[in-house]
Each structure stands twice: as C-alpha cells, then as structure tokens.
C-alpha cells in the first residue's frame, strides 16, 4: 500500500511478480534470481499467491510497528508475531562468508534453494535489525507531503528531513509553496 493510510489505498503490490521487481529494485535480489523465481511462480501460482500474501501480511504488520513507534507506541504483540514468524521461517537461510570488498566477513543470504519466499528472509531481518537499533529507531519519520505518509529513516545530519524523497515529495512541497507564494502576493 502507499500513501496515506487513512485515505485511500494504493496499493501497488498485486502479484507475486509486482513483489519480485520491487525486490530487485531494493537490492534484495539479483535480476537473475528475480527471473529464476518469476519462472518458478509460473509454475506453482497458487504458492505464489501463498507468498504474496505473506508479503503483504509483513508489510503490514512492519509498517504498524514503525508508524507505532513514531508516534510513541508500543508494539502490537500479534504485529510482532508476525515479524518473528517470517525470522523463524527464513533466518536459516543467513550465511557468514567471506568479505569480498575487504577483511573479515559478512551475513549474506544462501540462495543454494530458491524457494518463492526466499526474498522474506533479507526483508524481515532489515526491518528487525532496525528494531533491535534504538538509534535508527528513534529517526523514523513519516513524509509530510499531503498526498505521502510513508516512513523514512531520517539519517540527515540534524534529523529534519520532511519528506521522504527529496526529488518527488519534497520537490513537489517546494514547488507548491514556490506557486503560493508567487501568486499569493
């Protein structure tokens, strides 16, 4: 869903195959695990639907728990359940490896059998390593643009970003106000 929660919904996730694209954008697959798994939705759709609906019932849930906390709220124990339900299914799957880009090594996420779920595993463990930090915590906001309401993760140096992208909700604020001002006098 975007936007504004309490207006009407946009729901932007219809299929499995919205979810996989929105996965590959975010980083959290490569194109080819996205086309592996495409392949394999088409030939199980009814576990697709079955992982969409996962998908979304996360998303939620995650979106309930940050919006919460924004606005100095415990966490719902059922919306937590279901965080804890998608780690218990997919934390399995996490890896230590070496590091590629320097010493040492890394968490990385074991594609050895991609299942359709595969992808749930990355974003649980993104949304609880972000509960488990009281600092990033502490910086969600929610976009202030009138026709937004999605949460963001204020990383700016003092904590006073307004919107949730600079170049669509922001620049579309700024040019609001840019028109008022100029024809309001």
Same mark, same amino acid.
């Given at each position: 869903?975007?936007?504004?929660?309490? *207006?009407?919904?946009?729901?932007?996730?219809?299929?499995? !195959?919205? !979810?996989?694209?929105?996965?590959? $954008?975010?980083?959290?697959?490569?194109?080819?695990?996205?086309?592996?798994?495409?392949?394999?939705?088409?030939?199980? #759709?009814?576990?697709?639907?079955?992982?969409?609906?996962?998908?979304?019932?996360? @998303?939620?849930?995650?979106?309930?728990? !940050?919006?919460?906390?924004?606005?100095? $709220?415990? +966490?719902? #124990?059922?919306?937590?359940?279901?965080?804890?339900?998608?780690?218990? &299914?997919?934390?399995? *799957?996490?890896?230590?490896? #070496?590091?590629?880009?320097?010493?040492?090594?890394?968490?990385? =996420?074991?594609?050895?059998?991609? $299942?359709?779920?595969? +992808?749930?595993? +990355? /974003?649980?463990?993104?949304?609880?390593?972000?509960?488990?930090?009281?600092?990033?915590?502490? &910086?969600?906001? $929610?976009? @202030?643009?009138?026709?937004?309401?999605? /949460? !963001?993760?204020?990383?700016?140096?003092? &904590?006073?970003?307004? =919107?949730?992208?600079? @170049?669509?909700?922001?620049?579309?604020?700024?040019?609001?106000? &840019? @028109?008022?001002?100029?024809?309001?006098?």
């Amino acid at each position: 869903m975007g936007g504004k929660r309490e *207006g009407i919904a946009r729901e932007k996730l219809h299929s499995y !195959f919205d !979810f996989l694209t929105w996965c590959e $954008q975010a980083g959290l697959i490569s194109a080819a695990q996205a086309v592996a798994l495409k392949e394999r939705s088409e030939e199980v #759709p009814k576990d697709a639907l079955g992982v969409l609906k996962r998908v979304l019932e996360l @998303r939620e849930a995650i979106y309930r728990v !940050f919006f919460g906390l924004f606005n100095g $709220q415990k +966490p719902r #124990p059922d919306d937590l359940a279901i965080i804890n339900a998608e780690l218990a &299914h997919t934390l399995g *799957g996490m890896r230590i490896s #070496p590091n590629s880009e320097r010493d040492g090594f890394s968490w990385s =996420w074991s594609a050895e059998l991609l $299942q359709l779920d595969y +992808p749930l595993g +990355p /974003l649980a463990h993104s949304a609880a390593s972000l509960l488990v930090s009281h600092d990033c915590c502490a &910086h969600v906001r $929610q976009c @202030r643009a009138d026709n937004c309401g999605w /949460l !963001f993760l204020d990383s700016s140096k003092n &904590h006073s970003r307004c =919107w949730c992208d600079m @170049r669509d909700c922001g620049n579309r604020a700024k040019v609001r106000r &840019h @028109r008022a001002k100029r024809h309001g006098g």
